[in-house]
């Protein structure tokens, strides 16, 4: 069965700076006119940066949306255009002060596929010289490091509920298990 639907108008109703919204009207498979909601977002990426004693770096944050303070692997926004390895190297750096190497694409995640076009590239890096933290004008973080230990009991506990960083826990677990890391 075609499962596929056409596309009829894409309408724009917010083009902010970050994202943009529509409100399209789509051909389901069946025939019917439908609405469809849509979120138009560049991507991002996120990076497992492992320091030399096995930890890896965190950011603690505050959320807006989400209205609370929450715990994740270091992670940003593609610009337009953007490669995403130049946006991990550009990100790592900018939010802990370390540059990564050797680096290893771990794979994408689509966090929320009903509504979003946002695909976060994830990324795993070992730690290479500190060059200085460059946090952007309205992000306050908080920084730390966890054992791959740590990090499964904070997932597991409910502590972490960011997905990309329990993709990421679960990949760099199965990568280093398979010896691709």
């Known amino acids: 069965?075609?499962?596929?639907?056409?596309?009829?108008?894409?309408?724009?109703?917010?083009?902010?700076?970050?994202?943009?919204?529509?409100?399209?009207?789509?051909?389901?498979?069946?025939?019917?006119?439908?609405p469809r909601e849509v979120v138009e977002h560049p991507g991002g990426v996120g990076i497992a940066l492992e320091d030399e004693e096995g930890k890896f770096f965190f950011v603690t944050q505050y959320r807006y949306a989400q209205e609370e303070i929450m715990l994740e692997y270091p992670a940003g926004k593609k610009e337009p255009?953007?490669?995403?390895?130049?946006?991990?190297?550009?990100?790592?750096?900018?939010?802990?002060?370390?540059?990564g190497v050797d680096f290893v694409r771990l794979g994408a995640m689509v966090p929320t596929p009903a509504y979003d076009t946002e695909v976060i590239d994830l990324y795993y890096a070992r730690q290479g010289r500190f060059l200085g933290q460059h946090l952007d004008s309205d992000e306050y973080i908080h920084l730390s490091k966890l054992t791959m230990d740590e990090i499964t009991e904070k997932i597991v506990s409910g502590e972490v509920s960011d997905a990309k960083t329990i993709g990421m826990t679960f990949l760099i677990k199965e990568f280093k298990a398979r010896g691709k890391i």
């Open 81 to 99: 255009g953007e490669d995403p390895m130049t946006t991990a190297k550009r990100e790592i750096i900018e939010e802990t002060g370390y540059e």
């Open 1 to 34: 069965m075609d499962m596929k639907e056409k596309t009829l108008k894409k309408n724009t109703v917010y083009d902010g700076h970050i994202i943009k919204v529509r409100l399209d009207e789509a051909l389901s498979a069946e025939g019917d006119k439908v």
